[in-house]
């Protein structure tokens, strides 16, 4: 039998962001996958650390700020245990916004953006620029494994987590391959992550995004991102992807199914093309889907769970699992050694959705 100090449930971003935070912590670590590492919505991710983006909930904003000012220290951590540097892929984002909010001082002419982008045709939309990064998430799952493989954390890929149970002070996991004992457990598994019992309901829904890659034509000079609340055009600046351009993504709740139909795709390219028409004849190199985990109110699910001793969990992180991975494992892992937390957590707690559990 094992007895790590910790077990996590998902080797997905947040799980494996997690594991890092928590054995540069002094811990001994397990994380199991019921598949591979990083196979799922952090690889198919179009990495937007978008914490200003108008569509996100306002609630989500303290978390958000707190992963971006920690950004820069994970990448150097991954990079000092890795020998990977992820770079920044693009520094500006051109976000559209109603009209009722732009007219704020910030927003771009038609004649501004005609300037950074020939071929932009903002149509009923205005923009503002943002000073936003993105990454490439696939970049980053490379590294993020690598430097996970450089520690002793013990990562156990293939092996499905069947049921767990609190046993005096320990919690005992049962998987496909045997039943192992941790001090702790966190459930990190992403759109699987779903909590369902006698005494607590978490439900984590996927929602499926379709995306696709383009090569950009090589006269449009595209080093920022374009979004507006239907469409992205997420550029690839540097790295074995550059001089493509990512474009997503549908949002279907239709459960865990990542059937790519041609026709989405299609309308994706239509919707791309509205705003930079010189998109019409871009060679398409892939078409892929990823789950996001969403809860019902959009903001992530994070803390311990009442009635289940020594088990935790961290997921729902929707739209913005990139960004928020820096600062769920840095507040994850707080609450589990029994820090005081770095910002107020009440709006992500894990009994928000049981009134039972929430009333005073
Ligand atoms: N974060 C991009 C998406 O959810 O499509």
Redesign the pocket.
């Known amino acids: 039998m094992q007895h790590p100090d910790l077990c996590i449930a998902g080797a997905g971003i947040i799980g494996l962001s997690l594991a890092l935070e928590l054995h540069h912590r002094g811990y001994r670590v397990t994380v199991l996958d019921k598949g591979e590492a990083l196979a799922e919505s952090s690889s198919a991710?179009?990495?937007?650390l978008?914490a200003h983006d108008p569509d996100n909930p306002p609630q989500l904003l303290p978390l958000a700020s707190l992963s971006l000012s920690l950004y820069p220290h994970f990448l150097d951590r991954i990079h000092a245990l890795s020998e990977i540097r992820v770079p920044f892929q693009t520094h500006t984002t051109l976000q559209s916004v109603p009209s009722h909010i732009a007219g704020t001082g910030s927003e771009l002419t038609v004649k501004d953006l005609s300037h950074l982008l020939p071929a932009l045709v903002p149509g009923e939309h205005q923009f503002i620029l943002l000073d936003e990064h993105s990454i490439d998430p696939r970049q980053l799952a490379s590294a993020l494994l690598a430097a996970v493989r450089a520690t002793t954390i013990d990562l156990q890929p293939n092996t499905p987590v069947l049921s767990t149970r609190s046993i005096g002070d320990a919690v005992e996991i049962s998987t496909s391959s045997g039943s192992m004992q941790a001090a702790k457990f966190i459930n990190c598994a992403g759109a699987w992550a779903a909590v369902s019992s006698h005494q607590l309901t978490i439900s984590i829904t996927p929602?499926k995004?379709q995306?696709l890659s383009v090569v950009l034509p090589p006269i449009l000079p595209m080093h920022f991102v374009v979004r507006t609340p239907d469409i992205?055009i997420v550029p690839r600046t540097t790295g074995p992807s550059a001089g493509r351009a990512i474009i997503?993504?549908?949002?279907e709740d239709i459960g865990f199914d990542k059937i790519i139909h041609p026709a989405d795709i299609d309308h994706l390219r239509s919707l791309a093309t509205t705003l930079l028409p010189i998109l019409a004849g871009a060679r398409q190199l892939e078409a892929w889907s990823?789950l996001?985990p969403a809860t019902p109110d959009g903001l992530p699910v994070l803390g311990a769970l009442p009635a289940q001793p020594n088990h935790f969990i961290a997921t729902g992180h929707?739209?913005?699992?990139?960004?928020l991975a820096p600062a769920t494992a840095k507040v994850m892992a707080q609450l589990i050694v029994g820090e005081a937390s770095a910002i107020e957590l009440s709006s992500f707690s894990p009994t928000r959705f049981s009134s039972e559990l929430t009333s005073p």
């Not at 929707?318 to 960004?323: H, Q, T, V």
């Open positions: 991710a179009a990495g937007m978008a929602k995004g995306m992205y997503g993504a549908t949002v990823g996001r929707y739209r913005n699992g990139i960004l």
